[in-house]
């Protein structure tokens, strides 16, 4: 077998060349991330398989993904794209950091989704910028940020509508966003991946009646508990056997 190149090493998931051009295989990893030293074994089998659930359910309603195929347990196949440099993230209810910031009780609902901008730049923290941040550092345009805002509240919809449908309350998510050239055309679409990592979930059983969180929820590993309820994963494969990574 021809030896794979690689792209690109994160903290999540490694990029290689894909078997075509303007295409990459992304292989999900089980180390921890940022803030979370407790990833079971399995999380990058589970992480591969809820990103394509999403994407291919995105695709097929008409929101752009890069999301091509699955390849394997650990891997799949995704158009490359020219990534914006921000984590774009979407609010439904009050969790995390806009709590700290603008003291308002975790578990609040926000009057309507509240689009936040980060920029990726680990070495700076994943710091908050405004939209003048961004135009003006030619990070993106005015009519990208128009298209990024559509784009990421249709995407909004879609997950809560999915999430809600299994009883688990998307309070926040985050993703990015790439550049895909089509002739003289670009296209902006939703890229990286969608999985619970990026995401602030409630279990439904953890609100009371009015809807109010009570507590975080009586499940203690909502990633396994999600992919469960969605029968993306029977309940208990996540304990693997890793397969070798063929260099
Ligand atoms: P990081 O630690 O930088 O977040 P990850 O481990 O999440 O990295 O690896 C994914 C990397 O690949 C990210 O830097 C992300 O911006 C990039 N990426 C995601 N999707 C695409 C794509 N379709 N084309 C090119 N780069 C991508
Ligand atoms: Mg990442």
């Not at 499940?219 to 990574?245: C, F």
């Amino acid at each position: 077998m021809a030896r794979r190149i690689k792209v690109y090493e994160g903290k999540a998931k490694i990029l290689f060349e894909g078997p075509e051009p303007g295409t990459l295989i992304q292989y999900f990893k089980d180390e921890a991330q940022e803030h979370d030293d407790s990833r079971p074994e399995g999380r990058g089998v589970l992480n591969n398989r809820l990103s394509e659930f999403f994407m291919t359910g995105l695709n097929s309603v008409g929101v752009p993904t890069h999301f091509i195929r699955r390849m394997n347990m650990r891997e799949q196949l995704v158009r490359m794209a020219e990534m914006v440099p921000l984590e774009v993230m979407v609010r439904n209810y009050a969790a995390g950091g806009i709590c700290e910031r603008l003291g308002i009780p975790e578990g609040t609902p926000l009057p309507r989704p509240v689009v936040e901008y980060y920029f990726k730049d680990e070495k700076l923290g994943t710091p908050l910028v405004s939209e003048e941040h961004i135009t003006a550092f030619n990070w993106a345009n005015q009519q990208d940020l128009d298209d990024i805002v559509a784009l990421i509240l249709r995407l909004n919809d879609f997950l809560s509508g999915v999430m809600m449908g299994v009883g688990v309350r998307l309070a926040d998510f985050r993703v990015e966003i790439g550049r895909i050239w089509e002739g003289d055309f670009m296209r902006l679409i939703i890229a990286d991946e969608i999985t619970p990592d990026n995401c602030t979930l409630w279990d439904m059983r953890g609100l009371d009646s009015e809807g109010n969180l009570r507590d975080p929820g009586p499940v203690s590993d909502m990633s396994t508990e999600l992919a469960r309820r969605l029968g993306v994963l029977p309940s208990n494969v996540t304990h693997t056997i890793k397969p070798t990574l063929i260099n």
